[in-house]
Structure formats: structure tokens, C-alpha cells
């Protein structure tokens, strides 16, 4: 069987060849192999610095101090520390987050509940937006945060950061995001669009697995509690001797995002356009994306009529998801799209299609005529 079609790039990407060539420079007995954390010979100085170049790189692609970037395993791990480490520093007891979040800010909420904070969970609209008009409506007196994620890993929908970070910032409240689809694809500025905290990945952008970032803003006094604990490393918040070849990696996939971020908007729009023109003329078929507030790489699709699972299966030319790659172990219907307050069947009817950098016009075409194909014999037409 020919390798499939990998529409997945919301649940991975591959690692771009030039970010590998960076980290192979940082492993073997001739490169910089040492520990970032030896102070007293070379081999940790040269680790030490690629390690603050890079985090330079990632502080400079949102905009932020390079002293302000914490280095963690991913953006679970973000999230974890930054919702975990800000309530457990914090005399407040209220979060506010969106019902369709990553399950890693969810079930942190969800943990924070058993630990006696009180959770608001905000329903977004029919294309996955939550409004800075809601956030405001849900806010209290012993509110003690707000997180909000950028884009959404199963629609893609981006929502408007800058308006929710507003009425954050105006009621002295944190915000927190978690970018991890966002990151490198569409502009991220943390003043202009009042972040406190922002949770970042490197496998989401052509970088390695096991590394990310949680962006904490210095000038807010924010002191996290440590998830971890050990040598205190990245100013006691995050302990762990530092990873440099997988660190260096993310600065130089960020590097790249932000180099090429017009461009490679430009041609993954163009891919989306393709894919939607074809998807089009399949009969009875709902796009959940937001139309225009969107990374172009992410495509939600229903096919009315159509089981999810049995279409995946009925596909083994593509290589795509019936939701994230986190909860398609499960059979329910994906909780974004219901909570979008789509029915149960068409929400176990649509797929997500997403894809990048190293997709080509010939695949899209060939993954839309397989579909058109499937979809049809599927529904006895
Ligand atoms: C992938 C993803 C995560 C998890 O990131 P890891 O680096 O794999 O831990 C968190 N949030 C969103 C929105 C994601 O897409």
C-alpha cells in the first residue's frame, strides 16, 4: 500500500530538515554536548549560550523579554504550570476558561475544581469563538484568571486575543493563552494584546516532540509554583537539567515560522482554497472554521449523513483525524464540535484536515477525490 496522504499537521509535523541540522550540533562527542547549567568549563558555557539564543528567538517572535520564557516539555506542560502554578501562588479562587480548551488546560481546571476553585466554563459560538464581551460577563471579584486559547486544534478558529487580553488587563485579572496552534502561523504580540502567559510547542511548527514554552510576564510580579522540583532551574520555576539540542531546535523552527510567515500563509491559503472549491461539490457538507478568523492549515468538514469512523477507515489513502489526536482513542462525539452545540451525528460525521509546509496541490487534489469518492459510495449514491 502506498504511504497515505499526512493531512494530520494539527497533530504533528515533521521536523524540517534544516531545525535538525541545528540540533544535531549539540549532541555528539565533536559538537556542544554540554550541560547548559556548568558554570565552571567551555563545554557548558557554548551550551549555555545556544540555549539563550534561542531563547531570544522565541522571546523576540511574540514580542516579549527573552528573561520572560521559561523552557518546559511541551505545551501541555505550559499549560499545567502556568494554571496550576498561578492558582497555587494566588489567594483568589475563580478561573474562567472556554468549553472547548485543550483537555490539558480543561482537566487542570478540572483538578483545580477538586481542589476547591471554582471554574467558569464559557460556550463559544458556531464557529468556536469565544468573545471578550463574555470573558467580561463572567468576571468576579476573586476572579484570578482567564485562559483562552489562540487557535483551536480540531477547527482551527483563531479568536480575537487582543479584545479578551483587554478586559483582562482593565480588571486586573491574568490571561493566559495556549498558542500551540497559533504560534509562527499567525501574529502573536504579548503587549499589544495584554498576555500574561502564553503556552507554546515545538512539534507544532516543524520542531522536535518533548520541548516548548510557557511565556511569563515579568512586570506583573507573577510568581508561579513549581510543577517540578529539583535544581531550581529557569528561576525556580521549572527544574530539569535544560535540553539544549531540543531547545536550540524550537528557537530555529520558530525562527523559521516568523521568516516565513507571509509566504507560507499565502501558500496554505491557497491549498485551503483548492481543498474547499473541491470539498464544495460534495453534496451536504458544513465547514466548521471560521470562514475568515483561522490558521488557512486547519479544515473542519462534516459529510451529513456520513459516519466519522467509518469514513477514517473507508480512507486508507489519507492520513487524517476524526478530532484531536488526544481523544481519538475515544468513540464519543468530539466535545469542540458538540460544544458548538452541533448535533451528535453530524459531529461524528466531520473530520479535521490539516496540513503545511510540505504539502503539494497534488495531494490536496488526490486526498478531495478520494473523499468525493468515499462520501458518495458511503451514502449509496
Ligand atoms: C498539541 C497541543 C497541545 C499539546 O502540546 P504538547 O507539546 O504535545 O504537549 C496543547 N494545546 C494545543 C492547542 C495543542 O494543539
Redesign the pocket.
Known amino acids: 500500500m502506498p504511504t497515505p496522504i499526512y493531512l494530520d499537521y ?3 509535523t515533521p521536523v524540517d530538515t534544516r531545525v535538525i541540522e541545528r540540533m544535531v550540533a549539540h549532541m555528539s562527542v565533536d559538537g556542544d554536548f554540554g550541560n547548559p547549567a556548568s558554570r565552571s568549563h567551555a563545554f557548558g558555557w557554548q551550551a549555555e549560550e545556544a540555549v539563550e539564543a534561542a531563547r531570544v528567538q522565541i522571546a523576540e517572535a511574540i514580542n516579549a523579554d527573552p528573561r520572560e520564557i521559561v523552557w518546559t ?5 505550559s ?1 499545567n504550570l502556568a494554571l496550576k502554578g498561578a492558582a497555587f501562588e494566588a489567594s483568589r479562587r475563580h478561573l474562567i476558561t472556554s468549553s472547548i480548551e ?1 483537555k ?2 480543561l482537566d487542570c481546571c478540572g483538578f483545580l475544581q477538586q481542589q476547591g476553585f471554582e471554574v467558569t466554563y464559557l460556550t463559544p459560538d458556531a464557529w468556536g469563538r469565544t468573545s471578550a464581551e463574555q470573558v467580561r460577563e463572567a468576571l468576579r471579584e476573586d476572579t484570578l484568571m482567564v485562559s483562552i ?1 489562540h ?3 480540531e477547527l482551527g478558529t483563531a479568536n480575537d486575543l487582543r479584545s479578551i487580553g483587554e478586559v483582562c488587563r482593565s480588571n486586573g485579572v491574568l490571561f493566559h493563552t ?1 498558542a ?2 497559533g504560534f509562527g502561523k499567525l501574529p502573536l504580540d504579548v503587549e499589544a494584546m495584554y498576555i500574561d502567559l502564553l ?1 507554546l ?4 511548527i516543524y520542531g522536535p ?1 518533548g520541548i ?1 514554552a510557557l511565556y511569563v510576564r515579568r512586570s506583573q510580579g507573577l510568581q508561579l509554583a513549581p510543577q517540578m522540583h529539583g535544581g531550581g532551574h529557569e528561576m525556580g520555576m521549572r527544574s530539569g537539567t535544560l535540553p539544549a539540542q531540543q531547545i536550540v531546535g524550537l528557537g530555529a523552527a520558530a525562527q523559521l515560522m516568523v521568516e516565513h510567515m507571509d509566504s507560507e500563509h499565502a501558500q496554505l491559503s491557497a491549498l485551503r482554497q483548492r481543498f474547499l472549491s473541491h470539498v464544495r461539490q460534495i453534496p451536504d457538507t458544513v465547514v466548521h472554521t471560521h470562514p475568515e478568523q483561522h490558521v488557512p492549515g486547519i479544515v473542519n468538514v462534516g459529510f451529513a449523513g456520513v459516519d466519522g469512523e467509518t469514513l477514517l477507515l473507508a480512507l486508507p489513502g489519507l492520513a487524517v483525524s476524526s478530532g ?1 489526536a ?1 481523544t481519538s482513542a475515544s468513540v464519543e462525539p468530539s466535545f469542540v464540535l458538540r460544544g458548538l452545540g452541533i448535533a451528535d451525528d453530524l459531529a461524528h460525521s466531520s473530520l479535521r484536515f490539516s496540513f503545511g509546509r510540505f504539502t503539494d496541490a497534488a495531494e490536496i487534489d488526490s486526498a478531495a477525490q478520494q473523499l468525493a469518492t468515499t462520501v458518495g459510495r458511503l451514502r449509496g449514491s
Not at 516539555?73 to 506542560?77: D, I, L, P, V, Y
Open positions: 494539527a497533530a504533528t516539555s511541551g505545551a501541555t506542560e499549560d485543550h490539558a488546560v486559547m487557535v483551536n486544534n495556549d500551540a496552534q503556552s510547542s515545538a512539534h507544532k516532540k516548548g484531536s488526544c
